[in-house]
């Protein structure tokens, strides 16, 4: 290695006293002494055998095989630093963004804002998952960090991971517009009693919600399904009542009604989820501060 090193110099050497004709300047350009160019010439000479410059009239010129090992010369230059260029940008891994179907959908916008110029810089992929699939990416070590729900009940997350909390928001109950309950201007939570419940298929959402309605002794039948965006269609249906978190309904006001249960309050935080076995690079670091700083500023009913 130390050769190579040694052999790069003094091609180094032989392009800039070739540019300049003069051993005075390229020890200048080079910060070295004069002597030293006169050692790289001659030890480059020896090793390939030829005469590389000739001096006439107290001016250096190129031989033939001087000219022809110039061109070389700039040649390995040229592709060294293509060399480094390659090995830079094989370094620069991708931003890979493990993110809950909700919050990827929801909240897009406070993510990926126009201003946050690290995603722009750097290559990135989005990978939405449930939370369980997320949790699971965590486990396995895939992702680094995960932004994601934050659940008090799955211990194995809190003690296996560190949390940084990004925003806590209310679940509303949402309904059809011609629910009879859509009229109403105060619901409390005995106006529940024997309505059909939709419940996403998320265990530790579900039970989140199942514990709110039980400490109120409300009983209530649930039906599980998939996740909100089917919830969102079978509440249209006339199917029956959800809570689900205002965001994932602001875009369909004109189909459903949303009412606030008096005595009755369903919160669930959300978070970035970091994995102590992964360390993050400056631009994932960078990333994680932007949105920390986006998301933290959101005003969630």
């Known amino acids: 290695m130390k050769e190579w090193v040694t052999m790069n110099e003094r091609y180094r050497t032989f392009i800039l006293l070739a540019q300049y004709r003069s051993f005075t300047e ?3 350009h080079m910060f070295c002494s004069q002597p030293t160019v006169s050692q790289h010439i001659q030890q480059l000479e020896k090793e390939l055998g ?7 009239k107290r001016q250096i010129e190129l031989t033939t095989q001087g000219e022809i090992v ?3 010369a700039q040649k390995m230059q040229e592709m060294e630093q293509q060399l480094r260029l390659a090995v830079k940008q094989t370094q620069q891994e991708n931003i890979k963004l493990y993110i809950s179907h909700y919050i990827a959908d929801s909240f897009f916008n406070e993510l990926f804002d126009k201003n946050n110029t690290t995603y ?26 995960a932004v994601m729900p934050i659940y008090n009940a799955d211990t194995i997350v809190h003690q296996s991971f560190d949390i940084d909390i990004l925003f806590e928001e209310e679940f509303v109950l949402v309904m059809a517009a011609d629910h009879p309950l859509a009229s109403r201007k105060i619901i409390y939570a005995r106006d529940l009693k024997n309505l059909s419940m939709l419940l996403p298929q998320s265990p530790y959402l579900g039970q989140h919600i199942k514990e709110a309605l039980h400490k109120k002794a409300v009983p209530v039948y649930y039906i599980q399904m998939t996740n909100f965006e089917i919830i969102k269609k079978a509440v249209q249906q006339g199917m029956g009542v959800s809570f689900l978190p205002y965001k994932s309904i602001e875009d369909s006001l004109d189909k459903l009604t949303f009412k606030y ?21 400056e631009q994932e670091q960078a990333f994680c501060e932007r949105i920390k700083k986006n998301l933290k500023m959101v005003s969630v009913r």
């Open 26 to 28: 390229t020890a200048k």
């Open 50 to 56: 030829c005469q590389l410059i000739s001096r006439k």
């Open 70 to 72: 110039l061109a070389y």
């Open 120 to 145: 722009q810089q750097y290559p990135y992929e989005i990978n939405s998952f449930c939370y369980e699939d997320l949790k699971s990416s965590l486990v396995e070590n895939h992702a680094k960090f």
């Open 261 to 281: 249960v008096k005595g009755l309050s369903i919160k669930r935080k959300n978070g970035i989820v970091f994995n102590r076995n992964q360390i993050l690079n």
